[in-house]
């Protein structure tokens, strides 16, 4: 995949108050490091945009370039042979045998081996089919079959013992829902995504406390309609446009020195915030009464002051479309020069930012002054900070050739630690996927080797600051992504039920041609796959947008002749029920596919999809011709 144009840095980098330097960073959104392999099969030439029949391809040539290898024995998708029962059962499964290890999923050492290193175990290659975990799983319980003398007849006592304890049980379970049940009236005060639902990371009721309580509901006809489609403003330079909210009432965009809401059915303007420059962050983040922050430019940019600093944070009511407050901050003890900042968020009424030059922290509502960069005798400052449910930051020590990385879950009024975990040596950057539950993405020592800025996961108690377990994501193997150098920036993943889930890297499917992928997930108190797997279907593939309820809603890339998907899956039993199924005509499946999934934003909820890019450049010569959109939507109301 070609790597987006790099924007240049917003300002030169400035030495920070003793803190070290990161390299400048590029525009807001770019990728800092090499481009994640993505959902990646290639791309088919793009049809004829005033034909009215899908351009079909033909299908590759076995063996051409980007054909995968044939799988192993027992390919993708293979399930594990049956085997003789055994005496001790598989963690969480039924007594019986346990399968193979999976291809793409850590494996678990015998008992008095040592752990390998932050990849998978050396070992005889996968015999299992891609996408098995790799925990012993153990096969359901199958009752007797009839046969021999067949099933001893119970004797009358013995009836009434089985009886009385069935009772017993039904008695005691009845009693546990019931107090289990009895506090959903208390609600505590929960962020709300930029999909405009609450508890994004949480799970629901379902089956054993997984899965359920999804808002998102299959319409009666699940093909969509093209809403509206917006074009891309035009611009001079490279532009960041990052930044997409959906309320009640508007759908909210970046645009070019400005915040947009339209009209989520028609795309009419509603009303437009001007801004003094370009926008450098945003939140991803909004409260319950839709407010939101971002960070932008103290001014426009010309010939004579071509990138202004990213120093002013401000405050938006994305209902009425009203800034509510903007302004600057200096350090501690840095003079009167304004801070800059290159990443915001939002935990409940606290709006923090942070950068290379520390972090600070303000009232949503009145912009107050909640803490501010000071100087660190120890040369640490505020790096980042992850919010949502809870507010954590990625605090960054040491030297710049030898960083040390500290992860704390703050008090969000405050900004006071309420426990701290230091992460391995040879971590240089590292992000916040989730703030409650906390975990942490990090490409230990250079090891994930495909530009994901991922090779392990970390879940960490948020209040003693210890390592609950730590899950290897092999590159190779899994296809989530953050940038390395943002705090609160992964993408294609969700965290809910007590679990992260991850869509795997594309491989070759059961058809002449076409690849496809999974959804799995590992347990973030154990650390172990789980049994959960969605297959995407020959020739799509697949990956988190975010958590509804306890159920996640995902997005399927569709092959070239067909429009994508939004699913629902169910988080107790991994069901997919269609949300939506767009159209496969040609110039809309094209307006579609027109966007990159590594630099998107995808927005579901209430039956409409908005697809936006985050950056925006000057036209290609060669792409006059070529409709390029800032948004892209679809509808099914």
């Known amino acids: 995949m070609t790597q987006p144009p790099q924007p240049p840095p917003n300002d030169p980098p400035q030495g920070g ?59 993708y998708g293979t399930p594990p042979p049956a085997g003789p029962p055994q005496q001790q059962p598989g963690y969480g499964y ?13 494996q678990t050492p015998p008992q008095g081996q040592p752990q390998q290193g932050y990849g998978f175990p050396q070992g005889q290659p996968p015999q299992q089919g891609y996408g098995y975990p790799t925990a012993p799983m153990q096969q359901p319980y199958q009752p007797q079959q009839p046969g021999g003398n067949g099933p001893k007849k119970f004797s009358t006592q013995a009836q009434i013992i089985v009886a009385a304890a069935v009772a017993v049980v039904l008695i005691v379970g009845a009693g546990v829902w019931f107090v289990s049940s009895g506090g959903d009236d208390k609600k505590k005060d929960e962020a709300v995504s930029s999909a405009g639902t609450t508890g994004e990371n949480k799970g629901g009721s379902g089956s054993g406390g997984i899965g359920g309580g999804g808002k998102e509901k299959a319409p009666a006809d699940t093909k969509s309609h093209v809403g509206f489609q917006l074009p891309q403003p035009k611009v001079t330079d490279v532009t960041t446009v990052v930044g997409s909210w959906l309320t009640d009432k508007a759908y909210v965009k970046t645009g070019a020195n400005e915040i947009v809401g339209y009209d989520p059915a028609k795309g009419t303007k509603l009303w437009s915030i001007p801004l003094d420059g370009q926008l450098c962050a945003a939140s991803r983040h909004m409260s319950k009464d839709f407010k939101t922050a971002i960070v932008f430019e103290e001014a426009k940019r010309s010939a004579a002051n071509k990138y202004p600093s990213c120093n002013q944070v401000g405050a938006l009511d994305l209902n009425t479309g009203k800034l509510m407050w903007n302004k600057s901050i200096t350090a501690s003890t840095g003079g009167d020069r304004p801070v800059r900042f290159d990443e915001v968020t939002l935990s409940g009424s606290t709006v923090a930012a942070g950068g290379t030059e520390g972090g600070a922290a303000f009232d949503l509502n009145t912009g107050a002054e909640r803490w501010k960069p000071k100087v660190s005798t120890d040369g640490c400052y505020d790096k980042g900070y992850g919010g949502g449910e809870a507010l954590a930051v990625v605090r960054k020590c040491g030297t710049y050739d030898d960083p040390q990385l500290i992860i704390q879950a703050l008090n969000p009024t405050s900004g006071a630690p309420l426990s701290s975990y230091k992460m391995p040596t040879g971590v240089d950057y590292a992000s916040i996927v989730s703030t409650k539950p906390l975990v942490v993405a990090a490409d230990v020592g250079d ?119 939004i699913v629902s899956i169910d988080g107790a039993t991994f069901k997919q029920t269609v949300l939506m199924d767009n159209p496969g005509d040609e110039s809309v499946r094209d307006a579609e596919t027109s966007f990159s999934s590594d630099y998107a934003e995808y927005i579901y909820g209430s039956g409409k999809l908005f697809i936006s890019e985050t950056m925006v450049s000057k036209p290609r010569e060669s792409s006059l011709n070529d409709k390029e959109y800032l948004v892209v939507s679809f509808s099914t109301n």
């Open 17 to 75: 108050f003793g803190a070290p330097q990161d390299p400048p960073p590029g525009g807001f959104g770019a990728p800092q490091d090499p481009p994640p392999g993505g959902f990646g099969a290639p791309t088919p030439p793009p049809a004829d945009p005033f034909g009215k029949q899908p351009a079909t391809p033909p299908p590759p040539a076995p063996g051409g370039y980007g054909t995968p290898p044939p799988p192993a024995p027992g390919g």
């Open 447 to 565: 090891t994930a080797g495909d530009g994901s800025g991922i090779s392990d996961f970390f879940s960490i108690d948020p209040a003693s600051g210890k390592l609950l377990t730590r899950i290897a994501a092999d590159g190779e193997k899994y296809a989530a992504s953050c940038r390395a150098t943002k705090v609160e920036s992964c993408q294609h993943l969700a965290v809910g039920n007590n679990r992260i889930y991850v869509p795997t890297e594309e491989h070759e499917g059961t058809g002449e041609y076409g690849n496809t992928n999974e959804i799995v997930s590992f347990d973030l108190t154990t650390g172990k796959p789980t049994s959960d797997r969605a297959d995407a279907g020959d020739r799509y593939s697949m990956f988190p947008v975010r958590m509804d309820g306890g159920n996640l809603i995902a997005y399927k890339e569709p092959p070239y002749d067909k429009g994508g998907q």
């Open 94 to 106: 039924p007594q019986g045998q346990p399968p193979q290890p999976g291809y793409g999923f850590p």
